[in-house]
């Protein structure tokens, strides 16, 4: 900025010396790293979300005078509004082209690669099966990787294979409101799963009318009709969701992962997906909200808020913009509030979820009647279920460390955007200020006192009290100057009752025309029948006029 030069109103201006810095934080492990992009960077990962629907503000762009500072300026707080704006979203906050552009170093390896070539070494031992294509970011999940398979004696049939981290595979479980494994195995690296492929897709494809094959982005960021279920829809769907989760529950067994995309739809039936991820140690797909309360902490709570979003997208058929809720839109049925307000309002987030129990005796799932003939089976031997037993405790535990450490930072952060507002500095200002008064006025006040005790120390005028039959102090008798003229002379002293403590040397005498006398000390009165010419002959008739007068 030159001399002279005035402030642009609203621009930030930067010394050309510094260099540019973007500092990312993360909000799980609290903790910041800095990266450095070009705009060229900015403008391609846009160029990939375009796949999304979404209107993105980014900056656009700018071929002359892109080098001036305030145009760098204002680049600069748009970008941050961008990534503000990304991060904000959260489906595009979980998408792997996102974290690769904040996190390059924990997201550098291509995924879909490294899956293809685990099944395909797989598949060299087993004939029977055939990969047909990937399926690409058809799921949210990083490092799952989906893939459509065949069996060459059946060509007709489709399945879908997803490829995992590495996991120690449970019995095969039979329950009607269960989506069965059809094979499934492990290794050292990596596990893989087939299930029947569903050309109908998950639950969230029939609310947001989208097909199973198209990329997650396209499918749910940002869907053309927003159109709830049917209430005899909500009532079936959510009362069989609750069957299985209060058989998982029973059986000790750890999930944590609901919503629309893990239930599958087979006719009028729902079905649970991905059991496995509870023993993969993979987070929630709704982990960044439920994180944020500490009264949230256990599986069978975590499941419970999980299901109040699922309820919330069958009814309106988006998901809910924040969390806690304080507000419902119109429903098809107040019963329906009512399982909502206690599952995502800010007094349930705050005084914790009700149980599976009390949701199935809540009016709206209770009067739902299941017809189902196939029988649960869930066998699960001694020693996986004392692993399973563990396995939750570890994510509980895991969970209630994370909510404190979140607690604490936003804490901090309050604190530390308290103390730096604006308000708070004027406050702090007006108060030194005060201060700063007070603390010259007691100086004032106290400076004053020791001056006025050194005056009075320096007159001698603080002598003791004497009775009348005490004999004369003879520190007072040479305070007036009497001394020896005095001696031999009729003095009489009479007792007063001055109320004075402490006077000036020039007060302690008055002066009589008639030539007696009187000195005034505290508790003491002189008096002298002789006149001043006589006990003082040097003492000038002019200045006894004067005394006189006054």
């Given at each position: ?9 609203g ?13 990312i ?20 990962l846009n160029?990939?979300?375009?796949i999304a ?28 509004n ?28 291509n ?5 293809l070539?685990?099944?395909?070494m ?12 990937p ?6 999940r990083?490092?799952?990787k ?22 120690k ?5 039979l ?25 109908k897709?998950t ?7 989208a097909k ?5 982005l ?5 869907p ?7 209430l005899q ?7 069989q ?8 529950h029973?059986k ?8 629309t995309?893990?239930v599958m ?28 309360f ?8 975590v499941?419970?808020?999980?299901f109040?979003?699922?309820l919330y ?7 809910p ?22 599952t995502?309002?800010?007094?349930a ?5 009700p ?5 199935l005796?809540?009016p709206?799932?209770?009067?739902v ?13 001694t ?5 399973l037993?563990?396995a ?6 895991r ?9 604490q930072?936003r804490r ?20 030194a ?5 007070r ?6 006040e ?9 005056n ?52 302690l005498t ?5 030539g007696a ?15 001043l010419?006589?006990l003082?002959?040097?003492f000038p008739?002019r200045?006894?006029?004067?005394s006189?007068?006054?």
């Amino acid at each position: 900025m030159a001399f002279m030069e005035k402030l642009p109103a609203g621009k930030v201006l930067l010394d050309d010396t510094v260099p540019l810095t973007a500092a990312i934080e993360a909000s799980q492990s609290l903790q910041s790293h800095t990266i450095v992009r070009r705009y060229s960077d900015f403008d391609l990962l846009n160029n990939s979300l375009q796949i999304a629907g979404l209107s993105l503000p980014l900056p656009p762009k700018k071929l002359i005078g892109n080098m001036d500072r305030e145009f760098i300026a204002e680049r600069q707080k748009g970008l941050q509004n961008y990534l503000n704006v990304i991060t904000t979203n959260h489906i595009l906050s979980n998408c792997e082209l996102v974290k690769k552009f904040l996190d390059p170093n924990n997201y550098s390896a291509n995924y879909t690669e490294i899956a293809l070539q685990h099944v395909s070494m797989f598949f060299r031992s087993e004939p029977k099966w055939e990969v047909v294509e990937p399926l690409k970011d058809i799921g949210w999940r990083i490092r799952k990787k989906y893939f459509l398979m065949k069996i060459k004696n059946q060509p007709k049939e489709r399945l879908v294979l997803s490829w995992q981290c590495p996991i120690k595979l449970l019995p095969s479980c039979l329950h009607p409101y269960i989506y069965r494994v059809t094979f499934a195995t492990a290794n050292e690296s990596s596990a893989l799963l087939i299930r029947m492929f569903n050309e109908k897709g998950t639950l969230k494809d029939l609310i947001y009318k989208a097909k199973p094959k198209d990329p997650f982005l396209k499918k749910y960021c940002n869907p053309k009709k927003v159109q709830g279920l049917e209430l005899q829809q909500i009532k079936t769907y959510g009362r069989q969701v609750l069957e299985v989760l209060k058989f998982l529950h029973d059986k000790g067994f750890p999930y944590g992962h609901l919503h629309t995309s893990n239930v599958m739809l087979d006719g009028d039936t729902c079905r649970l997906l991905d059991l496995e991820n509870s023993l993969l140690g993979l987070p929630s797909f709704y982990r960044s909200y439920f994180s944020q309360f500490r009264k949230i902490n256990t599986l069978e709570s975590v499941d419970v808020h999980c299901f109040g979003h699922l309820l919330y997208e069958m009814t309106y058929g988006r998901p809910p913009d924040s969390v806690p809720v304080d507000s419902f839109p119109p429903a098809p049925s107040m019963a329906v509030v009512a399982v909502l307000e206690s599952t995502l309002s800010c007094e349930a987030c705050k005084n914790g979820m009700p149980t599976v129990s009390r949701l199935l005796q809540m009016p709206l799932f209770s009067d739902v009647l299941l017809t189902t003939s196939e029988k649960p089976q869930f066998k699960i031997p001694t020693k996986l279920k004392e692993a399973l037993r563990i396995a939750k405790e570890c994510i509980e535990k895991r969970l209630i460390e994370e909510q404190k450490q979140i607690h604490q930072h936003r804490r901090l952060t309050r604190a530390q955007s308290h103390h730096g507002s604006e308000e708070e500095r004027k406050r702090r200002k007006i108060l030194a200020r005060k201060k700063s008064k007070r603390s010259a006025v007691e100086n004032n006040e106290e400076h004053s006192a020791k001056y006025s005790n050194s005056n009075n120390s320096g007159s001698g005028a603080s002598s003791p009290l004497t009775s009348p039959s005490s004999p004369t102090p003879p520190s007072t008798a040479a305070a007036l100057g009497l001394g020896k003229r005095c001696k031999g002379r009729d003095v009489r002293v009479t007792s007063t009752s001055s109320t004075s403590t402490s006077t000036s040397s020039s007060s302690l005498t008055s002066f009589e025309h008639r030539g007696a006398l009187t000195v005034s000390t505290p508790g003491c009165e002189w008096r002298e029948p002789r006149g001043l010419t006589q006990l003082h002959p040097e003492f000038p008739k002019r200045n006894f006029e004067e005394s006189r007068n006054l």
